[in-house]
């Protein structure tokens, strides 16, 4: 037996672990107490994934969908060469632009796939390009692109240094950060109150987060109103630093005028959180010695998530929090994916709209709730095509029942994953990839955002089953059969032509190699290449804390500053004081929840992260279910004005009066059998995917805050009467 330091690949926490490997086979995984970052921590999802290697549900050769919606195994090569004839069929009649490609969230800490994906969408030319960011955090890469110049340019809350934070609907406990790659999350934040400073955590429900910390309870969708609020309470008592406001960016006029309309009682009223609590804490933001304003999905699902970011970022840059430590600071990333990215010209912002619903599309791509209007409605540019890897897209986005109907009338869908899922059981081909473990690779996503600047790049420590292939390979050979090269790159197309096909890392490396800390190809003998890293046991540490002072460095506006003017907002903010948020038929808000032994939709078929107990349940609080005569062992209707589900009822004080909370992605169906047996519902089944019901800037979805009603299933009864409670049973518009 042999140890290898090797790093999660489930979340964001990207924490390192040492696997013990026996002939091919991990037989432990635990925490790597030497990793920069994480330093011993892990959570049981990275130690059980092995679990996930395991699993007898597991995929091991290709299948191809039978009439009757069985599968039958088949060969590679038939697979390929059928997919390649078919996929050339459908181009030579509709064009490239008729097929698709699906991004999951799991591709994040696959370089290979993720980058052959975005390579194999520009290479087909195509607007059909689907991503997992679409549903919560497309609203980041917009208001990067808009102020910063660069989508990937996203800075990160400082918390190990920091004096005051003030977190809007995250749960960094449970989630170990999103857009904050920070080890031991948990303690870092501990670490502030007790050198004098604070945590503010706002959020519907007491999470494991607030329960630390300061709890202010907020009504969901209220974020938006609460950060405008802050803003105008810091604007009309004078407390922003002007000085560095000016010297950090233009348009601070336009920024600081945007709230001049607020109403701060109209605040209190959105958000349920006192006047002089909202002043209070913008008091307090503006006058501590460092803060950072942090918020994610909370944050993020709701319809106005883009002016939401936007004004978080003004927030932290009016009070001088930018580029300064204890702030927002810009991450010092192994490989310079901003530069790629530019370089490539695939960041970018409303290059085009999309077909039928005219969305601005968003680092070359388009929400997943334009989707199912993308394959049903006839014309030119029809969605007829596609090949996703690793995305269970008719759960996790919105309107599963209309997600599910647009896959099934596909022409063709392929689907690389490792599970017959809730979305691929309408595929027509599944190819089952290698996964975490059994292929080299780097957390490429996750990189760009370490709080402790580290490197890391580790070879295959576990042999993977003879009939799987790695995804990138797969897609490449997709591309071979129908002329294409899948990258970006000048001249790969021509290289293809001559029969050069250059994988993944090759770029990569030479990116690395060119940054700086790279080894400039022997020049700078001490610096990285892939070859070096991949040598080293374990990660190489680049530095204790993300720099400062480099704010101009960072920056890929022409004049190297902060560009806050930007129109789209003074829309927004007209559409959200015009908004009408009560609803007497849903008067409830429901909110999601994330469980710490979940990622997404695809940890459900684990039994050892699946015991205890676990199950699908809506949070409500007591005088909310008195009202309604339901109890705490009741099943229950959750209705909305989209759909319909039922679930079993936790009442609990934990949440704020007048929402309801939900857990996600439960209610599955396909071939993995835990997961299926789980039961529960699915929380998209509520969510809208109308155009009029997205984030009109970034296409992000409207899942959190959407109004909806509880009934039990069983009417309640009264003495000789029957009823449904107080509210009543709405309709359904459908």
Known sequence: MVDKRVWCGVCEASCGLIATVEDGKIRQLRPDKEHPQSLGFACPKGINFPDVLNDPDRLREPVRRNADGTF???????????????????????????????LGNANAWN???????FGMAAALKTKHFYTASSVDINNY???????????LTNPIPDFARTDFALILGANPVVSHGSMATVGRIREVLLEIPKRG???????????????????????????????????????DQGLADLPTLRRQATGTEFALDLVADVDLDRVAAETGIPRETV????????????ACVYGRCGASLGRFSTLTKYLIDVLNIATGNLD??????????????????????????????????????????SPWATFPREVLTPGRGQLRAMVCVATNAATTAPACGDMARAFEALELFVSLDPYTTDTNRH????????????????????????AVPHAQWTEAVATPPAGVRDDWRTLDEICKRIGLVPSPAPGAQLMGRLGIRLPPHVGVDLFMRLGPDGDLFGLRPGGLSRKKLLNHDGAVKLGNASPTGVLRTRLHTKDRMVHLEQPRFAGEMRRLIASATADAEYPLRLFSIRESRSQNSWLHNIPRLMSGNRSCRLRMHPDDAAARLLTGSAQVRLLSRWGEIEVALEVTADVMPGSVGLNLHWGHQGGWRVAVEAGGARYNDLVPNDVEMLDPISGNAWVNGIGVEVTPVEPVAVGAATQWGDAGRPELTR
């Open 197 to 235: 400073g604070r945590v503010v955590v706002v959020d519907p429900r007491r999470t494991e987060t607030a329960r630390l910390f300061e709890h202010v309870p907020i009504r969901p969708e209220g974020d938006v109103w609460l950060v405008a609020g802050l803003l105008k309470t810091i604007v």
């Open 279 to 290: 002043e209070s804490l913008g008091r307090d933001l503006a006058s501590a010695r460092s």
């Open 427 to 450: 595929a027509d081909y599944i190819l089952p990839p290698t996964l975490l473990f059994e292929r080299e690779g780097f957390p490429v996503f996750t990189q760009s955002h370490n």
């Open 111 to 117: 370089y290979g796939a993720f980058l052959t994906l």
């Open 141 to 151: 890469w917009v208001v990067s692109q808009l102020l910063y110049g660069n989508n």
């Open 324 to 365: 300064r430590e204890g702030g927002l600071v810009f991450a010092r990333p192994m490989v310079d994916l901003e530069l790629m990215v530019k370089l490539l010209r695939a960041t970018g912002y409303d290059r085009w709209r999309t077909r039928v619903d005219g969305i601005p599309e968003v680092i070359g791509t």
């Open 72 to 102: 039958t195994a088949v060969g590679w090569d038939e697979a390929l060469d059928d997919i390649g004839a078919r996929l050339r069929s459908v181009i030579k009649k509709h064009g490239r632009e008729s097929v698709g490609i699906g």
